[in-house]
């Protein structure tokens, strides 16, 4: 998992207010072409990745990261921001070679995340979920939201069909 690029996402978005927020949207922007080199799995809450948890947590033993654990009426939800540290940091990588290419490689993808921070987390899962079956089982898209609505047990074909809307602008269009 590229540390640069998550904490860089993270950085330009001004936080990210869940996890499940940023496995989705981390998800969702490797579908859209930018290789984060994040491996997923199908998990109860849609795409999940080892790979984007390991790295949040160096990133926070680290100092490059915040976590901010903030109730929710589940239980808490973790937010994450860029520590000053680490914004320090990411400008003297960005300084390199390597660092300005890098940067270059993600910063198309910039505003597709940030656009993710606002969007529904519901929708998001359901879209990220939907994309998963799409562009990791290989279904088409019909056969994938009917796939994520039995998954999810959602029957309403508006929220499938708003969260089918939301896959195809990250994961492509209908085949």
């Known amino acids: 998992m590229d540390a640069y690029a998550l904490s860089r996402f ?12 940023l496995q989705k949207a981390v998800f969702l922007i490797q579908q859209a072409g930018c290789d984060l080199g994040a491996r997923y799995t199908l998990h109860y809450y849609g795409p999940y990745s080892w790979d984007v948890a390991e790295t949040t947590n160096d990133l926070r ?20 921001t860029v520590t000053p540290t680490g914004v320090a940091q990411l400008r003297k990588y960005e300084e390199t070679p390597e660092g300005q ?9 910039f505003e597709r995340f940030k656009e993710l921070r606002g969007e529904d987390l519901w929708r998001l899962e359901l ?49």
């Open 101 to 109: 290419a890098d940067l270059a490689r993600i910063q198309p993808f």
């Open 61 to 80: 033993a680290g100092g490059i990261l915040h976590e901010d654990p903030q109730p929710h009426s589940w239980g808490e939800r973790f937010a994450y």
């Open 10 to 21: 993270i950085e330009k978005a001004g936080d990210v207010d869940a996890r499940k927020r």
């Open 127 to 175: 879209a990220a979920t939907m994309a998963y079956y799409h562009s990791e089982r290989h279904y088409d898209w019909e056969v994938a939201k009917q796939k994520t609505g039995a998954f999810k047990k959602v029957t309403e074909s508006n929220v499938l069909d708003e969260a089918e809307a939301l896959a195809l602008e990250y994961a492509g269009e209908a085949t």
